[in-house]
């Protein structure tokens, strides 16, 4: 739905029609994308079923819109997303910031636990995997997906600099690093995003890690700006309305007391998307990429979705500007969110920095 009282966003570069989102560089030598990417995990992997052919009209559709940054990861499906993405990005390879990641892989033994490698030969097999399955010789935004203390991050980056000299990688990013992970990082080599989790329900990365990117110019890419889909209003019980492979049955926010004490919490959210004519969906992504103007920095965010009216929805969201009122009815629900946003927090920036501090 497009919002009844949303205000223009900046303007976009060359001959921007009507429905078109703004554009925005990430960071002081990156890339121009749309204002609003698309996090395509969930069109083949983590969330049930998908109808394979909405997901890719929803491709399509959005690249209509404006939006310009895809992102995707080796571990999404052992590699399954990329294959799935190699067809949109050899048909749009010149209109397109293709995005992937390395670093994060299922243990075969229990699919619930995650393995972390950033050793200098996992990183070069990864990425030829990666251009191998996503059918392209280039990939212009290559994250470290997460951040493993055994490997100094200035021996991760200069190997990652090594790819952007021989031609494989046009601009490096990381996830869920600290602050101080990303000036170490950034003194090696410019990094161009930070993605890191980033929404009305998770503030944590605010205290060191935005004000550094805002210092060193790094865009922020916040992911799951919609909290994977409670700040739509959608969910009360992950025991009752997720299916038996929906990997948000594993996260603590969707889980018995915290998920319906977290639903309790969106009544602001809904005065506001009123006072708006919006969804509450709209409201959470406005309030995302307000944080730009707020901290200073380029931002982002990548919803995912695999449907065309949810993309429609949230690219409409870039013109919902919040006012100084509506922005402190807001303020307090992080504060008062039940449960950690991941089951194991031992791989987020939140937990390092508190090694850190």
Known sequence: MTPGSATAGPETAGSARAEDIARVRLGAEGPEVGVQGLGCMGMSFAYGPTDADEARATLERSLEL????????DVYGMGDNERFLAPFVKAH?????????????IDPADPTKRIIDNTPSYIRSSVDASLRRLDTDVIDLYYVHRRSP????????????ELVAAGKVKHLGLSEVTGTELRAAHAVHPIAALQSEWSLFSRDIERGVVPAAADLSVALVPY???????????FVSADKELGEDDFRRQQPRFTGANASANAALLAPVRTVADAHGASLGQIALAWVQQRATVHGLPVVPIPGTRRRVRVEENTAATRIT?????????EPIADAVAGDRYADMTFTSTAREQLEA
């Open 93 to 105: 390879r010149d209109e397109i910031v293709l995005a992937t990641k390395f670093a994060l892989a």
């Open 322 to 330: 919040l006012t100084d009122d509506q922005l402190a009815l807001l």
């Open 150 to 161: 055994d490997v100094p991050i200035e021996e991760t980056v200069g190997v990652l600099a």
């Open 224 to 234: 799951s700006p919609l909290g994977r889909g409670f700040l739509t209003g959608s």
């Open 66 to 73: 404006g939006v310009t940054l895809y992102d995707t990861a």
